[in-house]
């Protein structure tokens, strides 16, 4: 077996990523730095950058039916709630706002303001539109001249913010939310109303928390006729989505490791099994299993491989860490000489002089 095999770097950001269900459902999933991420799966993706290109990219569009946007329109706030804070009329980011149709034409001039500013009609018959505007000129004071201040393009910008106010000024708007949602946010009722929450989405939401061996848990619990179909999505949105052999419905967790070939952020938890790279990862079930890191094969129960598997440990700093076996338990030192970590856990054991330790040279098992 060969020992100096190398493999494919796992992703460093956030990634996120669309989910069909045997049913049709369509999910966004979405995990932090440490995985795991499907290989096929787009990096430095966010769940509400998905969201976004659903609303504002014609290759990437949803079909949301009336009531879908109802939906995400649960926590909208109107436009006097929105400006209350001191703000400055300088931008409004990625909002769907339902507006008066009469005054449609200071929309479409205020859009005009800026080549890069966003106006797409989401719904006729509920006048929301999606709509994302900020200044002709990003302006500061430095040498590089794409950003130097000039008087055409102050006047410009002063121009863009006057009619940005004189949207909320003359009512052109009744109702309006910020889609951006903080995913991993821990406590819903935190978040403030203007602002979409996880449950006003009608697509299923799951997210893999920072510890990449817990499978990622669903955000909340959707209504099947309120659901996201994959016959609403384009096609491009169909191609790259992720299939999934399952029903969310059915499914508060998934580990997504085990149904299509995933990367998992390099740790001390990096294996051989039977000569494929592997990493020990919690199912559903709440047992750990090995699990396919960069490929895929069905997950074999930790203490199976251990037993009647090869199984071989990849140390992730290989000039310092080691595999050890502490009275029978396999493990490794953190950072190389930290306390012991026994394998599939952050459970860490301050070895005695009693014990019995055995240091495993690397790639024998």
Request: glycine share 4%; with cysteine.
């Amino acid at each position: 077996m060969k020992t100096d095999k190398e493999y494919p770097a796992t992703h460093s950001m956030w990634t996120a990523w669309f989910a069909i269900d045997i049913d049709g459902n369509v999910a966004i999933m979405e995990c932090d730095d440490n995985g795991p991420s499907p290989i096929a799966a787009p990096k430095d993706e966010s769940s509400d950058s998905l969201l976004h290109e659903t609303l504002t990219d014609s290759e990437n569009r949803i079909k949301y039916t009336d009531e879908q946007l109802l939906l995400m329109m649960k926590h909208s706030i109107t436009p006097q709630e929105y400006i209350k804070d001191d703000y400055n009329y300088e931008n409004i980011w990625g909002n769907i706002c339902q507006i008066n149709p009469e005054k449609l034409s200071l929309l479409k001039e205020a859009a005009a303001q800026n080549p890069e500013n966003v106006l797409i009609c989401l719904s006729e018959n509920l006048n929301l539109w999606y709509i994302s505007f900020s200044m002709p000129h990003f302006l500061y004071n430095s040498g590089d001249s794409r950003y130097r201040p000039t008087k055409k393009r102050v006047e410009e910008n002063k121009n863009a913010k006057r009619l940005y106010k004189k949207i909320f000024d003359e009512g052109v708007f009744k109702r309006m939310v910020d889609l951006s949602w903080p995913l991993g946010y821990d406590n819903e009722d935190e978040i403030m109303d203007g602002q979409i929450h996880k449950s006003d989405s009608p697509l299923t939401l799951y997210f893999q928390q920072y510890d990449y061996r817990q499978p990622s848990e669903r955000m909340h619990t959707l209504p099947d006729n309120m659901s996201v179909k994959e016959s609403q999505l384009s096609e491009n949105l169909r191609n790259k989505a992720i299939r999934l052999p399952l029903r969310f419905s059915e499914h508060d967790k998934i580990q997504i490791g085990e149904f299509v070939a995933s990367n998992y952020m390099d740790s001390n938890d990096d294996w051989e099994v039977d000569g494929q790279r592997a990493t020990i990862a919690k199912l559903p079930d709440g047992d750990f299993y090995f699990v396919g890191n960069g490929c895929l094969f069905s997950p074999i129960p930790m203490e199976e491989a251990f037993d009647s598997h090869e199984t071989r440990f990849i140390p992730y700093y290989k000039d310092s860490s080691a595999e050890y076996r502490i009275n029978g338990k396999r493990g490794f030192l953190k950072s190389g000489n930290g306390p012991f970590e026994k394998v599939g856990s952050f459970e860490v054991y301050e070895p005695k002089d009693t014990d019995i330790i055995e240091k495993i040279e690397p790639y024998d098992d």
